[in-house]
């Protein structure tokens, strides 16, 4: 059974930092490109950017270039999304989801930033 | 960036009836568009891939069409478990790009 289960989510004041994981099971985690997607409290889905099989490309969102960095460990079969300059518009549940039909996603991560 | 308009926002229905969810791209996206499901507190659910292609496990009154930039979602016969926010994805262009969501609830 495919699973992604993310962790690091919680409050952060706005200018800080925050690592996100995403922890993946169930297929051959370094065969898949794999993306990061959040989603606001009013419910809009936002795509952040997604890394190739063996984390040498990466593509984001213009929205968030820059600020955000996707890697990936294929050893543990898990891959990051690190957070900084946070803003209060980065307040969302994050999630990372199998670049493959976008098929499989996690249960999400909330991040919230306020001071 | 590839705009997609989704419509209605909103939508009520009863059990038993043909639903239709509608996603307009601002331009050519070819057949790269999915849709998904999310009910509450849940992670979006794949419905229909690559405008017409059903994901395994999906029920089959669940059917997508179009091609370009007009593409459909069909749900043939509601059921109370259809009950939910649905959503379309265009992965034709970067940056991907999602609809606005249509809200589905039973009349």
């Known amino acids: 059974e495919v699973q992604l289960v993310e962790s690091g989510g919680s409050l952060v004041q706005p200018g800080g930092s925050l690592k996100l994981s995403c922890v993946a099971s169930?297929?051959?985690?370094?065969?898949?490109?794999m993306d990061w997607v959040r989603q606001t409290p009013g419910k809009s889905l936002e795509w952040i950017g997604e890394i190739n099989t063996d984390g040498s490309k990466t593509n984001y969102a213009p929205s968030i270039k820059d600020r955000f960095t996707i890697s990936r460990d294929n050893a543990k079969s898990t891959l990051y999304l690190q957070m900084s300059n946070v803003k209060s518009d980065d307040t969302a549940i994050y999630y990372c989801?199998?670049?493959?039909?976008?098929?499989?996603w996690g249960q999400g991560v909330m991040v919230t930033v306020s001071s | 960036d590839i705009q997609m308009t989704q419509s209605p926002s909103f939508l009520s229905a009863s059990v038993g009836d043909r639903v239709t969810i509608n996603c307009k791209a601002s331009q050519n996206i070819n057949r790269y568009l999915n849709w998904y499901q999310q009910k509450l507190g849940e992670a979006p659910k794949l419905l229909i891939y690559?405008?017409?292609s059903l994901q395994t496990g999906i029920p089959s009154r669940f059917s997508g069409s179009g091609s370009g930039t007009d593409f459909t979602l069909t749900i043939s016969s509601l059921q109370p478990e259809d009950v939910a926010t649905y959503f379309c994805?265009?992965?034709?262009?970067?940056?991907?790009?999602f609809g606005g969501g249509t809200k589905l609830e039973l009349k």
């Open positions: 994805l265009q992965h034709n262009s970067w940056p991907r790009t």
């Open positions: 169930g297929f051959t985690f370094s065969n898949y490109w």
């Open positions: 690559n405008a017409n």
């Open positions: 989801t199998r670049n493959n039909r976008f098929d499989y």
